[in-house]
């Protein structure tokens, strides 16, 4: 049987701390697309009427019966919580009952909706046809009457605030409030990766969202200018190592949920069907917490602002920055200067750890546990960073060199084939029967321009330039272990000013007057000391910053050189130790440091899955 739509209990009541505050376009379209979801869609239609201060979602949910349709509207009525108890195990998007109440009073409402059939006996002998309800302001029924409509809701909401004319006044621009419904339904998308969105103004399109297996699907249809391969993802039992393989099954199999590592194409989060939500929220008992990570790979995917760092808990994005500042703070010296990372964690929380009552529009919460969730956060960024198997993209920019690819052949008169199947077929399955990049060491084969280091590997060739991966070796020795040793000969350094001479006792560099304009160094970072312009690199780190910023400069300072000549054995060490790095994709100041060309990739272009016969006179 479909949960019904009943009136909390006072004493629940005074324990919300605030009702639902509807104070834009935006705040109804998330509203009603919350219950959307909590009502099982996994198809949302949303039209937006904006200059008519009108909007429309319609579902494919579960739907509402002509009783439960009477009561959707009155005060504190809602079909998810029902006693004190729920207030602290909440697991729907929307609990307070008050939304469809406020929209009443600030709006024309209407719904129209039909329930699914279920197939339990239960429901057999009833009728499952189609309610239209009008409401008055105080959410009451005025009109109803039977209604031809699939199974779902289609919710419409007309002259928004007309009753209320300065609020009207006070909101921004009609494009304002329209690119504040755009963003509202990108960051629920991304949170449920299932659903299917159609967006329209008016009655033509405007966008859409195509559901995917994990937000790695979502995300690059929410910012163009990203592909799937710039993407890196890892799920995790919270308080459970990286290797994670395992399901997990919830009371009465209600909810599934198998957790792996990557390749993301693997992981399969269970959805929940219409006959699971039949209660219209998920039943969770022994509740895993779990944390999904989704990140741009800094070498390839950053951002001017940092507007696409979220954090989603349990199905919405909220705002916790400290979680936001460990996110930064573990991408720091991976991207260029004033730069900032694509990352979207997801965290599921058991609900007893939450309390959603810090803000009417839930978008701020208190979480227990918050430095423990952020440890775990740090080790997740700093393991996806890395190169290992369970990180690495099976293709390093192998989209770009296929069209570096079918540009040489155009380049040389040649016509564009279609692969065979051997080579194409089946993408997914093709990369997992390829051995991983990582599975054998690279082997240094050449330099090439005494700049870049060519290694052979057991899926193709990669190209690193020596002196930005050498820095990165460098610098993260060097954050490892700051080493100030003493000078045999004391240099002079002229013309320092006072700030200049602080700058160089913060970060332990002994430093006396000697003289007028003049004073002595005793010590020196043990990189320079040897080094015949300890000088002029002493006056460097002088000009400011903190003691990242002298170890980034001497390790840029003291590593290898474009246009040094290295031995066989030399670039062999190198690309050892570059491996070995906590984050090998950049350099410290951002720079990419290898280039990949896969083996798929040259053997599409130089034909080898051309079959040699008679019809070449052989």
Known sequence: MQSGIYPLPTEVIHLIAAGEVIDSLAAAVRELVENSLDAGATRITVSVWAEQWRLQVADNGLGMDCQNLKQAASPHSTSKIRDRQDLWNITSLGFRGEALHSLAQLAQLQIASCPLPFSSDADLGQEREGWQVTYDTQGLPVEMAPVAIAPGTIVTVDHLFASLPTRRQGLPSFAHQLKAVQATIHHIALC???????????????FTLFSGKTARQILPQLLREVEVSDLQEVEQVAGCGFQVSGKREEEKGERNLELKIFPAEMLRVGKASPKNL?????????????????????DRCHRRRPDWVSVAVNGRLVHLPEIEQTILAAFRRTLPRDRYPVCFVHLQVPPAQIDWNRHPAKSEIYLHHLDDWREQIAAVIDQALRLNPNSLPETLYSDRIGHLLKTAETGGGWNTSQPSKEIEGDQDEFLASSPHPLASTLKALAQVHNTYILAEHSTGIWMIEQHIAHERVLYEQLCDRWQIVPLETPIILNGLTNVQVEQLQR??????????????????????AARSDCADALTELSLGGDLQTAQVATACRSAIRNGTVLSLSAMQTLLTQWQQTRNPRTCPHGRPICLTLEESSLSRFFRRHWVIGKSHGI
């Open 507 to 528: 970060i332990e560099i002994d430093v006396e007057p000697f003289g007028e304009q003049s004073w002595v160094a005793r010590s020196a970072p043990a990189l320079l």
């Open 192 to 206: 449920h990766p299932q659903v299917t969105w159609q967006v329209q103004q008016g009655d033509r399109g405007w």
């Open 278 to 298: 039949q209660n219209s929220k998920f039943k969770i008992q022994n509740f895993t917490p779990s944390l999904y990570l989704l990140l741009g790979l800094p």
